[in-house]
């Protein structure tokens, strides 16, 4: 069992920047490929990154390729998405999601592969 808890969201200005952070607790982390997914109102959860258990393999969703990075440090059993150039159509909840496992494929960029998911964090972007 992993427990996850997302922080960093917040209220930010279009063109801005946020980092999310994704701690986890639990079984080790490092055994387990992380992904974040975000869900607007009244719309599906969408792909957004994922990440390896080493950092070495990452995806994105086309939407964020370019301004957003994921990256993990495992020491600390934490994950980040950095994200820049903020734009109002990113606000949404995001979630971060694991799965036992340390490799990505391309399943990895639909929700249903993931085995644990935090509570989300808000993210809002004015414009």
């Known amino acids: 069992q992993v427990h996850m808890v997302e922080s960093g969201g917040g209220l930010v200005q279009a063109g801005g920047s946020l980092r999310l952070s994704c701690a986890a607790s639990?079984?080790?982390?490092?055994?387990?490929?992380t992904g974040w997914f975000r869900q607007a109102p009244g719309k599906e959860r969408e792909f957004v990154a994922a990440?390896?258990?080493?950092?070495?393999?990452?995806l994105y969703g086309d939407s964020v390729k370019g301004r957003f990075t994921v990256s993990r440090d495992n020491a600390k059993n934490t994950v980040y998405l950095q994200m820049n150039s903020l734009k109002p159509e990113n606000t949404a909840v995001y979630y971060c999601a694991a799965r036992s496992g340390r490799s990505l494929s391309n399943s990895s960029q639909y929700s249903r592969w993931y085995d644990y998911w935090g509570q989300g964090t808000q993210v809002t972007v004015s414009s």
């Open positions: 639990g079984r080790t982390f490092s055994s387990y490929a």
């Open positions: 990440i390896s258990w080493s950092g070495g393999s990452t």
